[in-house]
Each structure stands twice: as structure tokens, then as C-alpha cells.
């Protein structure tokens, strides 16, 4: 397996900016898992959706502070993790100021380090498919609950996030966010979902060139 050579991990500035700005950029960076022995778990961010405050109807701030969603309220640079649907986990990067709830649903990435880990804990005999929706990434890289408030930006944590390629170069589309069906307007169809689609030659020594659907 080809090895990765490790970049600079985002500062805390980064994520204290909009949310929109935050999701948008996010793509093409790598979100990094790291193991026992320091085995590392990596793949490319390839889609995010942005959840912005009290009044977005679809994001769990919408009706006020909870236990569940404490961590929404934190400082930025902070993991927002939670159950749904008594199956899944969900994780999600906090954004903008200490006290105001805004986070980036973390929806998929695309497979760099640790695949056969991966592979395992998902089920699969595939790369296709292995983590592209936020449930699978979770369960591809084992993050639950005991991530929630987890801090994406000290030296020593165990999931982070590292500089990654030139998303500048991708085809991104701009579209609805998923899964929002009895959610009224506009929120059920703001544009606050950004996905990479295609990836351009020249950058196949930094990602795969597959699509991923």
C-alpha cells in the first residue's frame, strides 16, 4: 500500500469561520483516524453538509440546547457526534463562535490509509462504496459517541484533520441536503450540501481517480 506523507493538521482558526465557508472547504482535505501502534486511518472529505443556528429547521439546534446536542454550542474545532435512527452514528465538525450552534455534517470521504481496517469493520471485500455516507465513514473508522466534544485540533488527538489536495481542481456540485423530508422550506431545499463529483488527472497521485457515486 502506498504510503501518505502527513501535512499540516488544521488550527482551530480554521473552523471558526461560517459554517457555509467551513463545508465548502472542507473538500479535499483529509480526515485522519489515528489507531493503536499509530496506525493511521485516513481518507479525502469528498461531501459535507452545512447546519447553521436556532432558526435552520433542519439542524438539531432548532429546538434549543440538549444534552444530545451540547456540543453544537462548544467552541469551533470541536466534534459533534450523535445517534440516529437507533442504528447510526453521525459526525459532524463544529464551526463558527463559542456559544453559537453551527456544525458540518462530515458525508463521506474517499479512502487513503487503512483500507483493510476498513474494509473489515464494514463488511466488505470492496474499496467501492466503503465510505462514501457519513453512517459508513463512522463505522469504517469506528467513531461513536466517546468522539462527541472529541478536539480536532490539540497536538495529541486521535481524529483530526490535515491539508489534503487542490479542491480548487475538483467538479464540486452545490445541492439540497439529504434526508430532510419533513422539513419545511426553504430549509428543505437550501443549498447547503457540497460534493466533490469528479477528480482531475493530475491529482491521481494525491486520490483515486474512481468516481464515487
Not at 7 to 17: E, G, I, M, Q, Y
Not at 168 to 184: D, E, H, I, Q
Amino acid at each position: 500500500m502506498k504510503q501518505i506523507r502527513p501535512k499540516r493538521r488544521l488550527p482551530r482558526t480554521f473552523f471558526n469561520r461560517p459554517t457555509l465557508t467551513v463545508a465548502r472547504e472542507l473538500l479535499g482535505k483529509r480526515l485522519v483516524k489515528l489507531e493503536e501502534q499509530h496506525v493511521r486511518l485516513s481518507g479525502i472529505i469528498n461531501e459535507t453538509e452545512a447546519y447553521i443556528g436556532t432558526d435552520d429547521l433542519g439542524c438539531h439546534a432548532r429546538s434549543g440546547k440538549t444534552q444530545r446536542n451540547a456540543s453544537m454550542w462548544g467552541p469551533p474545532g470541536h466534534c459533534y457526534v450523535y445517534f440516529t435512527y437507533g442504528v447510526h452514528w453521525m459526525l459532524n465538525f463544529v464551526c463558527e463562535e463559542d456559544g453559537f450552534p453551527a456544525a458540518v455534517l462530515i458525508r463521506g470521504i474517499m479512502p487513503q490509509e487503512g483500507q483493510p481496517i476498513m474494509r473489515r469493520r464494514r463488511g466488505r471485500a470492496s474499496e467501492i462504496g466503503l465510505a462514501d455516507g457519513p453512517a459508513k465513514l463512522c463505522q469504517a473508522l469506528s467513531i461513536e459517541r466517546s468522539f462527541d466534544g472529541h478536539d480536532l485540533c490539540q497536538s495529541t488527538s486521535q481524529l483530526f484533520v490535515e491539508e489534503g489536495v487542490n479542491a480548487g481542481r475538483f467538479s464540486v456540485t452545490v445541492g439540497p441536503r439529504v434526508g430532510l423530508n419533513n422539513v419545511p422550506e426553504p430549509w428543505k431545499s437550501i443549498p447547503w450540501r457540497f460534493r466533490i463529483e469528479s477528480v482531475p488527472p493530475d491529482e491521481t497521485n494525491e486520490i483515486p481517480r474512481r468516481r464515487y457515486q
